[in-house]
């Protein structure tokens, strides 16, 4: 059962809730994908069943066609956001995480051409694995926040929060004016350019600043 953990293996006193997605975030994934770079955030929710520790080893839907990696900073809510300003909303954040969303592309591409939801393709049990967290206390907001993630000892994806369409603070505060979010939520902040397959046996690497470097594999 998925809980809440800090960077140290200790557990984060808060419920585990919901996951709020931002698509299309970097314009350079937008694009790779064929996609318009939009004018506000693309908001959809993975299920808390989606949420799973990124130490233990990635499991895949099987048969379900490819799964793609997308690396991406996810922070954790500490106190009830509604409607708030983007001063609140930094003060909300307990803390920073590295996560995947991880997306059957296969069937996306189908839903989107049908003009159906994604969520089929995006909140399967296991689609959000996510790192421990790093208290927000120790993270400078004065510098951009960078991620990333090696396939094989090679760098698939690599962005930092200066890239985004929609920064950190105001997309949480966007966020909250449309539904509010709640201690133990987490919000994944969108994907930089780089996705692609996973397939079984591969060794990740993903990073967070220089905050942490977690090694794990497709199972």
Not at 27 to 42: I, Q, S, W
Not at 106 to 113: A, D, G, P
Not at 126 to 144: E, M
Not at 153 to 170: D, K, Y
Request: charged share 20%.
């Amino acid at each position: 059962m998925y809980e809440h953990k800090w960077i140290d293996g200790s557990a984060v006193e808060l419920p585990v809730g919901k996951v709020v997605c931002v698509g299309r975030n970097y314009a350079e994934h937008a694009r790779e994908l064929g996609n318009d770079v939009p004018a506000e955030p693309l908001l959809f929710i993975k299920p808390a069943t989606a949420l799973r520790d990124l130490n233990a080893p990635v499991m895949l839907p099987v048969g379900r066609g490819e799964v793609h990696h997308e690396v991406e900073i996810v922070v954790l809510i500490g106190t009830p956001l509604t409607d708030a300003t983007p001063q609140a909303a930094q003060a909300a954040i307990a803390g920073y995480a590295v996560g995947l969303d991880l997306t059957l592309r296969e069937l996306q591409s189908r839903l989107k051409e049908r003009g159906e939801p994604w969520e089929k393709a995006k909140s399967f049990d296991g689609a959000a694995p996510v790192s421990g967290f790093v208290d927000a206390r120790g993270v400078s907001t004065r510098q951009n926040l960078a991620v990333s993630l090696e396939v094989n000892n090679q760098v698939r994806q690599h962005g930092h929060s200066g890239q985004m369409l929609f920064p950190i603070f105001p997309l949480v505060a966007e966020i909250s004016r449309h539904f509010t979010l709640l201690p133990g939520d987490v919000v994944y902040t969108g994907t930089p350019a780089g996705v692609a397959p996973l397939v079984s046996g591969d060794q990740l690497v993903a990073k967070l600043g220089n905050f942490l470097a977690l090694r794990t594999s497709v199972a």
